[in-house]
């Protein structure tokens, strides 16, 4: 097929439609296809994505029916450092990209993403940089400019036999639900800011996706719609989407994480985990691991899975494993999909890259 006969544009309301259930094709398990394509209806009205998400697609000029390519964009709030202070700027993720099998390998996917790069490039607000998760061929995205990042993660892997339970509520330790996300946000955000801003290397550009409440919001709603479709209605909902500890003979030292379950892939997927201290705050991280293994095993997940883990939280995951014994072990490794891959505006190329790469990124 050659380039003239194709043609690129922002979807139309039915070609959104064979978007979404062509990416069904892909991702719908274990959803019913149109449990699948309802669900991503409504999490494109969710705040993180109304107004800031757009559908792009590739077709025959005599078939605007047939939708070879697509993907969907998201724009996001972010922050980058280019060695002199932090400064706030719009990013873009792309995600779910996909092509008609019988166009696969024929350059379409290739020829989209350029189009799309162009778009993002062209947008009246500086899109700074953009970001696709790939899935096993970061290579394919390298050739277009998307550099492969950080890729770390912590599995703490819950065997067939594996007995956890929830640990009760304490002083310290609370459970977390959405609506907390708030106030974990404000203060996510202000450390995000803080941290940032000190990592000043010359000629380096560092950046980082915002962990807003909308994103935290939207992830939640994810969970809770396919656990609902998958349960049919029957199930109460969870009661734990999170948890925080405040140390009570050291004031300073206040953790807390949230968490999304996948059930396509059976893992409890931790967002983000916020601590006050960059050290000594294991005990503390420890037991919102504990909190998490136990809500996984709930809902019959095998693995809490933690994206870019500090050495603390590495530590506190081992010590979990060990006091938990049999059945139950902590690994940590480079990942092998969802693999974070960045590129700047305009292909250019710079030093530095994606700091604090962890799940609440991910679309």
């Known amino acids: 097929m050659l380039d003239g006969d194709l043609v690129f544009q922002r979807a139309t309301a039915l070609q959104i439609t064979k978007h979404l259930e062509n990416s069904s094709q892909m991702w719908a398990a274990p959803l019913p296809k149109g449990i699948y394509i309802g669900l991503q209806r409504q999490l494109a009205e969710a705040e993180a994505s109304k107004a800031n998400a757009a559908y792009w697609v590739l077709f025959h000029k005599d078939d605007a029916e047939t939708v070879i390519a697509s993907c969907t964009t998201y724009m996001r709030q972010a922050l980058i450092n280019e060695g002199h202070g932090m400064m706030a700027v719009q990013a873009a993720v792309v995600t779910d990209i996909v092509t008609l099998p019988e166009y696969r390998m024929l350059g379409m996917a290739t020829q989209l993403l350029k189009k799309v790069q162009q778009r993002l490039d062209e947008c009246p607000t500086r899109v700074e940089f953009s970001i696709v998760w790939s899935d096993l061929r970061p290579e394919f995205f390298d050739r277009l400019g998307w550099k492969q990042q950080a890729a770390t993660q912590l599995r703490i892997v819950l065997g067939k036999a594996a007995v956890v339970e929830v640990p009760a509520e304490t002083k310290e330790l609370s459970y977390s639900n959405v609506d907390d996300f708030a106030l974990c946000s404000r203060e996510s955000l202000n450390a995000a800011?803080?941290?940032?801003?000190?990592?000043?290397?010359?000629?380096?550009?560092?950046?980082?996706?915002?962990?807003?409440?909308?994103?935290?919001?939207?992830?939640?709603?994810?969970?809770?719609?396919?656990?609902?479709?998958?349960?049919?209605?029957?199930?109460?909902?969870?009661?734990?989407?999170?948890?925080?500890?405040?140390?009570?003979?050291?004031?300073?030292?206040?953790?807390?994480?949230?968490?999304?379950?996948?059930?396509?892939?059976?893992?409890?997927?931790?967002?983000?985990?916020?601590?006050?201290?960059?050290?000594?705050?294991?005990?503390?991280?420890?037991?919102?691991?504990?909190?998490?293994?136990?809500?996984?095993?709930?809902?019959?997940?095998?693995?809490?899975?933690?994206?870019?883990?500090?050495?603390?939280?590495?530590?506190?995951?081992?010590?979990?494993?060990?006091?938990?014994g049999k059945h139950v072990r902590s690994v940590v490794e480079e990942r092998s999909d969802m693999i974070p891959c960045l590129r700047w505006h305009g292909g250019e190329e710079r030093q530095g890259g994606l700091v604090d790469g962890q799940f609440y990124g991910w679309s």
């Open 193 to 324: 800011k803080l941290r940032l801003s000190a990592m000043r290397a010359k000629g380096k550009t560092w950046a980082q996706l915002l962990p807003t409440q909308n994103l935290m919001r939207w992830h939640a709603m994810r969970g809770l719609l396919t656990q609902s479709a998958l349960s049919k209605g029957a199930d109460e909902g969870r009661k734990r989407h999170g948890a925080s500890f405040a140390n009570a003979e050291i004031r300073d030292n206040v953790c807390w994480a949230w968490w999304v379950p996948d059930f396509r892939a059976r893992k409890l997927f931790v967002g983000r985990i916020f601590t006050t201290r960059l050290h000594n705050m294991q005990r503390e991280i420890k037991s919102l691991l504990h909190v998490a293994a136990g809500e996984a095993l709930s809902m019959a997940l095998r693995e809490v899975v933690v994206w870019e883990p500090t050495e603390q939280v590495i530590g506190a995951a081992m010590q979990l494993a060990d006091e938990i």
